[in-house]
């Protein structure tokens, strides 16, 4: 069964943090790479960040290098991407997707990813 769920959006000033979840079912958990996206209204879908299941390396935008971290918990099928030092042009949805074949690093392309949640909604304020 695949199933990814966020959670952990909501709002924020600027400045401040958030962890966002994603829990999987274990048949979506072990496919081969994950990612988080994000899209604001008007705009196209963009990688934020992805990590690799066999051995956790991590790949992220450069807009948020520094400031974002993806992580994962194997024990809950669940990954995570914490975010500090959020602004205003991070407001978006956040999206976890899931790839059966991993896309060439960084894979941050939104095509290569099979599965995807309903997202969680960010807003950053000022």
């Known amino acids: 069964q695949v199933q990814l769920v966020e959670s952990g959006g909501g709002s924020v000033q600027a400045g401040g943090s958030l962890r966002l979840s994603c829990a999987a079912s274990e048949y979506t958990y072990r496919r081969n790479c994950m990612g988080w996206f994000r899209q604001a209204p008007g705009k196209e879908r963009e990688g934020v960040a992805t990590i690799r299941t066999g051995d956790g390396s991590t790949y992220y935008a450069d807009f948020v290098k520094g400031r974002f971290t993806i992580s994962q918990d194997n024990a809950k099928n669940t990954r995570y991407l914490q975010m500090n030092s959020l602004n205003a042009e991070d407001t978006a949805m956040y999206y976890c997707?899931?790839?059966?074949?991993?896309?060439?690093?960084?894979?941050?392309?939104?095509?290569?990813?099979?599965?995807w949640g309903q997202g969680t909604q960010v807003t950053v304020y000022s």
């Open positions: 997707a899931a790839a059966f074949i991993c896309p060439p690093r960084p894979g941050l392309s939104a095509h290569a990813y099979n599965y």
